[in-house]
């Protein structure tokens, strides 16, 4: 399954449109994935700081690698963001519940990346870490 491939192998993930509002989303799947052992970066040019980390502008402005691009923007809004997490080096684009662009998750797939799309990665780490029985 491929959420699990990029649970699994993957650590450093990329929040773009992280909001440094607690009731938001974003930022409760954030605190989760730290919680359990993923290093965030925030993306959010109206942010310094989110969740004890500096916040980038955007992808192209953080110094370190970066390993999954999760997304928290409108449809019509991912494609540049695609096309910067393939200028990185990212390995995958995690598109979260709600936002489906199938432009950008093709040409996502052509660049090598691995994408999913309308799922998320809280729920899907939490969903997948279950012990059966």
């Given amino acids: 399954?491929?959420?699990a491939k990029?649970?699994?192998?993957?650590?450093?993930?990329?929040?773009?449109g992280l909001s440094p509002d607690p009731s938001r989303p974003?930022?409760?799947v954030a605190s989760y994935l730290a919680q359990h052992g993923y290093e965030i970066i925030p993306v959010n040019p109206n942010a310094h700081e989110i969740l004890g980390k500096s916040s980038y502008p955007g992808l192209m402005f953080i110094p370190n690698p970066v390993e999954i691009v999760d997304?928290?923007?409108?449809?019509?809004?991912v494609m540049p963001i695609v096309d910067e997490a393939i200028k990185i080096?990212?390995?995958?684009?995690w598109m979260q519940e709600g936002i489906i662009n199938e432009a950008a998750a093709l040409r996502a797939r052509d660049a090598g990346l691995l994408v999913v799309?309308?799922?998320c990665?809280?729920?899907?780490?939490?969903?997948?870490?279950?012990?059966?029985?």
């Fill in 1 to 3: 399954m491929l959420e």
């Fill in 6 to 16: 990029i649970l699994n192998r993957y650590r450093t993930v990329a929040i773009v």
């Fill in 26 to 28: 974003s930022h409760k």
């Fill in 71 to 77: 997304i928290f923007r409108r449809p019509e809004e």
């Fill in 89 to 93: 080096g990212a390995k995958a684009v």
């Fill in 117 to 119: 799309m309308d799922k």
């Fill in 121 to 133: 990665m809280f729920k899907e780490h939490r969903r997948l870490s279950k012990k059966p029985g």
